[in-house]
T-cell receptor, first 114, second 114 residues
Framework: EAQVTQNPRYLITVTGKKLTVTCSQN?????MSWYRQDPGLGLRQIYYSMNVEVTDKGDVPEGYKVSRKEKRNFPLILESPSPNQTSLYFC?????????????FGSGTQLSVL | KQEVTQIPAALSVPEGENLVLNCSFT??????LQWFRQDPGKGLTSLLL?????REQTSGRLNASLDKSSGRSTLYIAASQPGDSATYLCAVRSASGGSYIPTFGRGTSLIVHP
């Protein structure tokens, strides 16, 4: 089954404790991205990757890191989480960035930073 | 910068009604527009994708139209059912400025009551 898999589904941590949220897709997609969703602000893109070893900032990259060492994986790293990073996070992927690409989303990771 | 607006923000209707959800965008230079459904606390599921060269797409009871010149898209839901209750988001992939960051609207929260 074609899917984007995120882990963990829920995460509670404390300020400053490094964490990684994993994302994996099995559709051989070139394009992968991370979003955060906050009430009243909607979905905002954090980082995206056009292919292996190619990443770029989205609208809200501060406090986050990503890497794309393999095509299927795109982990999101919070080196020193802060309470304002409490949010619902989504990973997404698509075949390309052309006219016909469709975005596929993971189920989300609810992060709480205390 | 592309801006996407969805009206209304919330909608409550009795079962069986035909619905129209609106999505407007400010920059008509787009690759595509995609409609998503999101259930509470869950990921986004793609409903329909309309390429910039297309006028509409249909899937079952759903029909999405695109008018680039006026910067508008509508999602038509025929014979609504309680199972259609969810938040519906549109996302625009802009073609100008080399941006690969899709812009999301804040969604329309739909409740269909029996």
């Amino acid at each position: 089954e074609a899917q984007v898999t995120q882990n963990p589904r829920y995460l509670i941590t404390v300020t400053g404790k490094k964490l990684t949220v994993t994302c994996s897709q099995n559709m051989n997609h070139e394009y992968m991205s991370w979003y955060r969703q906050d009430p009243g602000l909607g979905l905002r893109q954090i980082y995206y990757s056009m292919n292996v070893e190619v990443t770029d900032k989205g609208d809200v990259p501060e406090g986050y890191k990503v890497s794309r060492k393999e095509k299927r994986n795109f982990p999101l790293i919070l080196e020193s989480p802060s309470p304002n990073q409490t949010s619902l996070y989504f990973c997404a992927s698509s075949t390309s960035t052309g006219v016909d690409e469709k975005l596929f989303f993971g189920s989300g990771t609810q992060l709480s930073v205390l | 910068k592309q801006e996407v607006t969805q009206i209304p923000a919330a909608l409550s209707v009795p079962e069986g009604e035909n619905l129209v959800l609106n999505c407007s965008f400010t920059d008509s230079a787009i690759y595509n527009l995609q409609w998503f459904r999101q259930d509470p606390g869950k990921g986004l599921t793609s409903l329909l994708l309309i390429q910039s060269s297309q006028r509409e797409q249909t899937s079952g009871r759903l029909n999405a139209s695109l008018d680039k010149s006026s910067g508008r898209s509508t999602l038509y839901i025929a014979a609504s059912q309680p199972g259609d209750s969810a938040t519906y988001l549109c996302a625009v992939r802009s073609a100008s400025g080399g941006s690969y960051i899709p812009t999301f609207g804040r969604g329309t929260s739909l409740i269909v009551h029996p």
